[in-house]
Each structure stands twice: as C-alpha cells, then as structure tokens.
C-alpha cells in the first residue's frame, strides 16, 4: 500500500522528465496523473495548482543537482581549477548520454524554465534566481580559493563567478539549439580565461 509520500513522489517523478524534456506549458496535469498513476483529487491534494508542482519539481533537481555531480565537481579535494574542467565533463558526458538515448539534448531544466516563464511568474522567476544565487556561490568560493592559493591573480569573484555562470548557461543553450553536446567540449575550456578585475578603490 502506497503512503502519501509515495505517491506525491510519484506525481513529481512524473513531470521530472517531461518538465525537462519538453516544455513546462506542453505537460499537462492529466498527462501527469495518468503517468503517475493518481487520480486528479489525489494530486490537488499534493499540489494546488500546477505551479506548486513546478517549484517541487525545481527543488529536487536542485537537490539532485547540489548533491549529485555538482557536489563530486566542487569536492574541497580537487585543486581549485580543476573543479572547473569536472563540471564541464560532467555536463557533456550527461547532455551526450541523454542525447544518445532519447535523440535530442535536454539542455538545462532550469535554464529552459527561466526562458519560459521568468516574465510571466514572479514566484517561479525567485525560485530560479534562488538556485543561480546556489550555482554562482560554487564558482565564488572555487575562485576565492584559487585567489588565496596563489592558482590565480586576485580578480572580483563574485562578478566573474557570475559571468563563468552565465558563460554555462549559455554554452549549453547553444548547444541544445544545435543539439549537438560537441559544443560544449569544444567551447567550455574558456570559461576558465573569463576574469573581471576588481574595481580600484
């Protein structure tokens, strides 16, 4: 017998997929509750309104994200720059996995939801900019540590942490218009040449 915990799980692992695949205004909810197996009370009960449903779903692929390969890309024990040039591997060899299977690159769920809906929702725009915030802290503290170890000159980090973010963003972007993840093998190396200098007092 399935608990409530399962079965508002299921409803997420349901749009997972789908959200990232296609579209977050192409999925509907009754396509999710017959994935899911629930019926439509059942996912109210979770879920208000679709919504909801979309900021669970931005959650756990944060969660996944944060613990997953993000966190092995970020390990304090690799050297500073070289958590660069994993996160990078760990961004082609996925975006190439899933193209392999599926015939088409996924690009990035967040960076698809934020140009689908950041000027329609106010509530989903925070929630992505939450998880930029998340993503560009990673690339700060690699960079600060970098500073202080010598690796690099000193530089403003936290501007060039959000450039190197947005240079990712972008990068994958360009590589799912192509659907061709060789884009980011090719182009991803010169995210580590982006610098901006801090501003002299």
Not at 48 to 73: H, Q
Not at 76 to 99: E, G, H, M, N, T
Not at 112 to 132: C, G, Y
Request: proline content about 5%.
């Amino acid at each position: 017998m399935s608990t409530p915990n399962d079965t508002r799980q299921r409803i997420i692992e349901a749009a997972k997929n789908r959200f990232h695949d296609r579209s977050y205004a192409d999925v509907g909810i009754k396509e999710i509750c017959e994935s899911a197996k629930v019926q439509k009370g059942s996912f109210y009960h979770f879920f208000p309104s679709k919504r909801d449903l979309v900021l669970a779903v931005i959650d756990e692929f944060s969660r996944d994200w944060a613990d997953g390969f993000v966190a092995e890309a970020f390990d304090p024990a690799i050297p500073p720059l070289d958590r660069l040039d994993y996160l990078l591997d760990a961004a082609y060899f996925w975006q190439k996995s899933v193209k392999t299977v599926k015939g088409r690159m996924p690009g990035c769920l967040f960076g698809n939801l934020t140009l689908e809906v950041s000027t329609q929702d106010d509530i989903l725009r925070a929630k992505l900019n939450a998880v930029f915030r998340q993503a560009k802290s990673r690339f700060q503290d690699t960079l600060e540590e970098a500073v202080e170890q010598g690796a690099i000159p000193p530089l403003d980090t936290e501007k060039t942490a959000e450039a190197m973010l947005a240079y990712l963003e972008g990068m994958i972007l360009l590589a799912k218009a192509k659907n061709d993840p060789e884009v980011i093998y090719e182009l991803g190396p010169a995210i580590k040449t982006i610098r901006i200098d801090t501003k002299p007092n």
